[in-house]
């Protein structure tokens, strides 16, 4: 036996790359089914794959620089702009898994010490999302309604509208994405510091054009304005500007990635120094248009290390400089800058109260977490009352909160091992050669992950690409540094006469392994025991109060789902379509079943009182959809949701008696 697994290992089956390439194959195929991206975006996606399979290298530069760009390229091309990154990253992914296939060359490398790690935070997030699915099932639809739509998912609509079945999907797809794109990092680059190099610069360059774009838009705002000055002084003062994703701080998250690299780089490159130097400006610039103070005062620190890269003469001038930069940013973000939604102290007591709701949604799931993509939905259950006045529901607003909560310590825990072992890899790469570009990516990834502590940038895909590359970049160049490969991490501990650590860590990965393998039945039981459907919404979006009825909405479309209780008789709900809208048509279907169509029009909210038809179904909950349609009765049912374009109303005093 032993014999055969020394086989195996020395002709490196891609045991892994033949279990993810099918995966990864079918969410890249549904790409093709969306028929609201044009041709030439779908052949240019097509043609990365291609590029990916012949030449991994030149694909992983290409959505190193691409990915941080997808939404302003969506909206180039007359793309919906949701999930933009994320087709990129599947089309690298295909390609790069087949030509691992083909040339037999695995995707981890067992002696690999990030190996375990990623592969059991990968299993982690997978558990959960079974265990998860397994639960939604049992409450809401027979097995075979939800294989059916799982298939339909996979088949030809994960681009397109997705149900609440499939909610956490997206999530979940993304984290093991990340998961891959380090591993090709690792495989691809590793050994090859000139490509390290390279993925370094198009990192940097795909980040600084959306920090250019965003210059441009707010350029653009100046021209058309009759009084630039005072719009200039209002966006440095209070607009928050990000181009390239909607969400702000994980915009200032991923500025903040890349301003060290800018630096470092311009150093590096000698004539071309102005240039990457004004890039820079350009990135700072944006930062402070993010208006993510988190963002703002990481960059601080970071900073700081940078002004000591280039160590060597005036080093007291240069500290007395940063001293006096430190002091002068400081003022200028609390007390110039002081948000257009809260107050610092606001924001601190708000973050605090998030500490407080992630600490009690944990203590009722410690070991594995309430599920992948289950903090939203949960959030509006235990929400404290300081935050329920502002939020209906809402993610942790810390990833690593976020990841606990969902995933519990276990998983937790893996992702902080994949930090950890990231860290200490380099920092001994670091200990023998002090290189720039090695420096630069420490400082900008601890920078990044300070920011995790006030933000959830990992939920967004343009971010996560650039982290997940960004990470595994380190840790190749430091391999590359220290004149070793990872595979030789256990000798080397050997001769230095310190305990050889390979074979531990094999048994404890082992372990935990079938730990969480295990543990999915029970786990999948207990959730379906508990799970409470009765404040679950999705599709829901939060609206304000209506001026003239002064009662708080919230906005649905195009696709909405709640669920009520099965002995519920009535449901009681008033709708309006949005301000400015000539109208819209609001179909409510129980069950499955169309139960009445309505005609909204002219603004005016419209009572309606929906009678339940008796079920036989022993489920504890029914289900609800509301579907948004255009007044023309022309929108196509299953269109994509994520379109700003997309109709929508507005909802209120929705119970069921």
Not at 82 to 97: C, D, K, Q, Y
Not at 291 to 320: N, P, Y
Not at 353 to 358: E, N, R, W
Not at 469 to 488: P, Y
Request: proline fraction near 5%; charged fraction near 15%; aromatic fraction near 8%.
């Amino acid at each position: 036996m032993r014999g055969a697994l020394e086989i195996l290992r020395a002709r490196r089956w891609p045991w892994a790359s033949l279990l993810a390439l099918p995966v990864v194959a079918i969410l890249w195929q549904s790409f093709f089914w969306f028929d609201r991206f044009p041709v030439a975006a779908r052949a240019a996606y097509a043609g990365l794959t291609l590029l990916s399979a012949l030449r991994p290298a030149q694909g992983l530069l290409a959505i190193a620089a691409l990915a941080t760009l997808g939404g302003p390229i969506a909206l180039m091309v007359g793309a919906p702009q949701g999930r933009t990154a994320e087709p990129l990253l599947l089309a690298f992914l295909v390609g790069w898994l087949v030509h691992s296939v083909v040339r037999r060359q695995s995707i981890l490398d067992r002696d690999d010490s990030l190996s375990a790690p990623l592969a059991l935070f990968a299993l982690a997030v997978s558990a959960s999302l079974v265990v998860v699915s397994v639960a939604v099932q049992s409450a809401t639809a027979p097995p075979w309604q939800f294989i059916r739509l799982i298939t339909g998912l996979l088949a030809h609509d994960y681009f397109r509208l997705t149900h609440f079945e499939t909610q956490n999907w997206d999530p979940a797809a993304l984290l093991l994405e990340g998961v891959l794109v380090m591993a090709a990092v690792l495989q691809v680059t590793r050994r090859r510091p000139d490509l390290q190099s390279a993925v370094a610069r198009m990192l940097a360059i795909g980040i600084a054009a959306a920090g250019v774009l965003s210059l441009v838009r707010l350029g653009t705002a100046l021209v058309r304005e009759a009084d630039p000055v005072a719009f200039l002084l209002y966006a440095l003062t209070s607009l928050r500007l990000s181009v390239h994703t909607s969400d702000f701080n994980a915009a200032g998250s991923q500025f903040v990635l890349a301003l060290p690299l800018l630096w470092v780089l311009g150093i590096m490159v000698g004539r071309w120094r102005p240039v990457w130097w004004l890039a820079a400006g350009a990135v700072i610039a944006a930062l402070w248009l993010t208006g993510s103070r988190s963002a703002q005062f990481s960059i601080l620190l970071t900073l700081a290390a940078v002004m000591a890269v280039g160590a060597g003469r005036q080093a007291r001038a240069r500290l007395a400089l940063v001293a006096v930069a430190l002091v002068a940013l400081v003022y200028a973000i609390i007390v110039g800058r002081p948000g257009p939604e809260s107050s610092i102290v606001a924001t601190l007591e708000n973050r605090w109260l998030f500490l407080q709701l992630s600490w009690d949604m944990l203590k009722s799931a410690p070991l594995f977490g309430v599920g992948i993509a289950e903090y939203w939905n949960l959030s509006r259950v235990w929400m404290p009352e300081g935050l329920r006045t502002l939020y209906a529901a809402e993610n942790a607003h810390n990833n690593f909160a976020q990841i606990g909560v969902e995933l519990g310590v276990t998983g937790l825990g893996l992702f902080l091992w994949v930090l950890a072992s990231s860290w200490r890899r380099a920092r001994q790469a670091l200990s023998a050669d002090a290189d720039p570009l090695l420096r630069a990516l420490l400082l900008g990834l601890v920078a990044t992950l300070l920011t995790f502590l006030t933000g959830h940038p990992l939920l967004i895909g343009a971010f996560a690409c650039s982290f997940w590359i960004a990470l595994g970049l380190a840790v190749a160049r430091a391999d590359a540094l220290s004149g070793r490969s990872a595979s030789t991490e256990q000798p080397l501990s050997i001769q230095d006469g310190r305990p050889a650590s390979g074979r531990w860590r094999s048994r404890a990965a082992a372990l935990i392994a079938l730990l969480i393998f295990v543990s999915v039945p029970f786990r999948a039981r207990l959730a379906s025991d508990q799970v409470d459907l009765s404040r679950t919404r999705y599709g829901f979006a939060e609206g304000s109060v209506d001026p003239v009825s002064n009662a708080r909405f919230e906005w649905i479309g195009p696709r909405a789902t709640m669920f009520v209780p099965a002995d519920a008789q009535s449901l009681y709900l008033s709708a309006s379509p949005a301000a400015g809208e000539d109208g819209a048509d609001l179909e409510l279907m129980v069950d499955g079943r169309l139960a009445n169509r309505v005609v909204l029009r002219d603004g005016l909210w419209l009572d309606m009182r929906l009678i339940l038809p008796v079920t036989k179904s022993t489920r504890a909950f029914r289900r609800i959809d509301l579907i948004v349609r255009r007044s023309s009765g022309d929108y196509p049912s299953g269109s994509p949701a994520r379109d700003s374009n997309d109709p929508r109303v507005r909802l209120r005093n929705v119970r069921a008696k």
